[in-house]
């Protein structure tokens, strides 16, 4: 099944921020509003938004120039609550003389009932696109992961658990089911739960319904009592006030580390021991042809001019795992390290030569080079710790690598010969996997909170940009991630944007 488009965007400011405490409106008693104790106006809304409970169906009515930016502006119907809790509700539009494809009727969660305030919603538009916007500051500018459906969802459902904000919808009667939205975000107890409705135009008025409506807390929130694995490969662009990104698929199981074709169409990922291509746009992941290989890892990538993908898998002959390299378009595996365990890691921007790592298995690890056509290996790196994951950087003057060597995980650079090794990075993290950005600007790092040991999985990560100009790092986005997100070079050929895997437990589908 082909998965929608998803992007992820980060408004421009618009306007004055809206002062703190900007929350009008008259409310209501609990029993007037089903499961929600009050409703109100956050934001300037004109004239005042209503909504009102019958028969099991709450129709809110609300104006509001938007949802977006710093500052937001629809009619809120809300509960004040705290821990756990899941936002279930069948979303319908009223008929509108001309209404704004952007109109939106969310489920939230949101910190204040200020305009500014911080906040992560379900969110439909009548256009059919869907969204899981989020603020992270008050005042800061609003992010957020679309979907884009020819049709709206029969059925929507938003959950808090801890920290972490999942969407889920049903497009045809199916079972509620995630689809790669998912976020992490600190709520403050208590915080609001609620429904809303914005008509992304503040000179006008729109109306949708929620029926079947259901607020849940607890153990019972998101019915989460079978839990498996799943994994999102998306794509993510790194522009701070416009982020475009796109799920491309998701679903049960381990994908890892994607790779980005030279033209941008394609994207290669491995899974179940096997290479996988899949659109850059979604679409429905095929394999890739790479012979009797097999058991490959999250170590490969894509030659500079795009007609080889480097592997680290297995063959029938040599159970170990070792580099090899394909046609990208598929076709037998050449063996290019003789040596065992061997993991590729990077190309040479001229194509000439592979870096790949070798562990230890006491715990350490170094980095090798080695002819692109096989041949002598030479080790760049020695000593007991870890010295892994080198990529070039793209005038080839560098190569980035992460390293234990001053006594905590950082960022290090080398001269392609393994000379003049310089810390690029210190702070409390722990970071791992740098990819510089083909146009030299960027490098990517994937950082563990302090504390955390090794390059394990399944945990809270930071996807981070290094400036290369300045040095300075900024957090692009946290997500459940690790080993397996972004192990060898992801950037897109235009250094804009990049993909990366997430994981997380979730219901069955």
């Given at each position: 099944m082909k998965m929608g488009s998803i992007l992820m965007r980060a408004g421009v400011l618009a306007g004055a921020v809206v002062a703190l405490g900007s929350f009008c409106g008259a409310q209501e008693k609990?029993?007037?509003?089903?499961?929600?104790?009050?409703?109100?106006?956050?934001?300037?809304v004109t004239p005042p938004g209503t909504a009102k409970f019958d028969g099991g169906v709450y129709t809110i009515s609300s104006a509001g120039a938007n949802m977006w930016a710093r500052e937001d502006a629809f009619h809120f119907v809300w509960k004040k609550m705290s821990g756990d809790a899941s936002l279930t509700a069948d979303i319908t539009f009223g008929e509108s003389q001309k209404p704004d494809p952007h109109r939106k009727a969310v489920l939230i969660f949101r910190q204040s009932l200020d305009a500014n305030g911080v906040y992560v919603d379900a969110a439909q538009h009548g256009s059919g696109l869907m969204g899981l916007q989020y603020r992270t500051e008050p005042g800061a500018t609003t992010q957020d992961i679309e979907l884009s459906k020819e049709q709206l969802p029969q059925r929507l459902r938003l959950v808090k658990q801890g920290d972490t904000f999942t969407m889920y919808l049903s497009n045809h009667g199916e079972p509620l089911h995630p689809v790669g939205a998912t976020i992490k975000l600190h709520l403050q107890e208590p915080f609001y739960a609620g429904i809303g409705v914005c008509s992304h135009n503040k000179d006008a008025v729109e109306t949708a319904k929620f029926s079947n409506v259901k607020l849940e807390t607890g153990a019972s929130a998101g019915g989460r009592e079978k839990q498996f694995g799943r994994s999102t490969l998306q794509t993510i662009g790194i522009e701070e006030n416009f982020r475009r990104a796109l799920v491309v698929t998701t679903g049960?199981?381990?994908?890892?580390?994607?790779?980005?074709?030279?033209?941008?169409?394609?994207?290669?990922?491995?899974?179940?021991?096997?290479?996988?291509?899949?659109?850059?746009?979604?679409?429905?992941?095929?394999?890739?042809?790479?012979?009797n290989a097999t058991k490959c890892t999250g170590s490969h990538g894509l030659s500079p001019d795009g007609k080889l993908?480097?592997?680290?898998?297995?063959?029938?002959?040599?159970?170990?795992?070792?580099?090899?390299?394909?046609?990208?378009e598929g076709g037998e595996p050449k063996v290019v390290t003789e040596g065992a365990w061997s993991y590729f890691h990077g190309w040479s921007p001229d194509g000439k030569t592979i870096a790949f790592t070798r562990p230890d298995h006491k715990g350490g690890g170094n980095i090798f080079v080695i002819p692109a056509e096989g041949g002598a290996e030479k080790a760049l790196t020695s000593g007991s710790g870890i010295s892994d994951d080198p990529d070039y950087s793209a005038d080839?003057?560098?190569?980035?690598?992460?390293?234990?060597?001053?006594?905590?995980?950082?960022?290090?650079?080398?001269?392609?010969?393994?000379?003049?090794?310089?810390?690029?990075?210190?702070?409390?993290?722990?970071?791992?996997?740098?990819?510089?950005?083909?146009?030299?600007?960027?490098?990517?790092?994937?950082?563990?909170?302090?504390?955390?040991?090794?390059?394990?999985?399944?945990?809270?990560?930071?996807?981070?940009?290094?400036?290369?100009?300045?040095?300075?790092?900024?957090?692009?986005?946290?997500?459940?991630?690790?080993?397996?997100?972004?192990?060898?070079?992801?950037?897109?050929?235009?250094?804009?944007?990049?993909?990366?895997?997430?994981?997380?437990?979730?219901?069955?589908?």
């Open positions: 609990t029993g007037s509003l089903g499961v929600f104790e009050a409703q109100g106006d956050v934001g300037a049960p199981g381990r994908m890892e580390a994607p790779n980005w074709s030279k033209d941008g169409k394609t994207l290669f990922f491995n899974r179940d021991g096997k290479i996988w291509t899949v659109p850059a746009e979604g679409g429905e992941p095929s394999t890739l042809n790479i012979g993908l480097a592997i680290s898998c297995s063959v029938p002959e040599k159970a170990e795992t070792r580099v090899y390299v394909v046609p990208a080839g003057k560098w190569i980035y690598f992460n390293s234990d060597r001053g006594g905590s995980m950082q960022i290090w650079r080398m001269g392609p010969d393994g000379s003049g090794a310089e810390q690029v990075t210190n702070d409390e993290y722990g970071n791992w996997t740098p990819h510089p950005s083909p146009d030299g600007q960027s490098v990517l790092i994937l950082s563990y909170p302090k504390g955390v040991k090794g390059h394990p999985t399944n945990t809270d990560i930071a996807l981070r940009i290094l400036n290369v100009a300045d040095g300075k790092l900024r957090t692009l986005v946290n997500v459940v991630g690790g080993a397996g997100s972004d192990n060898t070079p992801n950037w897109a050929p235009d250094g804009k944007h990049f993909g990366f895997v997430s994981f997380e437990m979730g219901p069955e589908d």
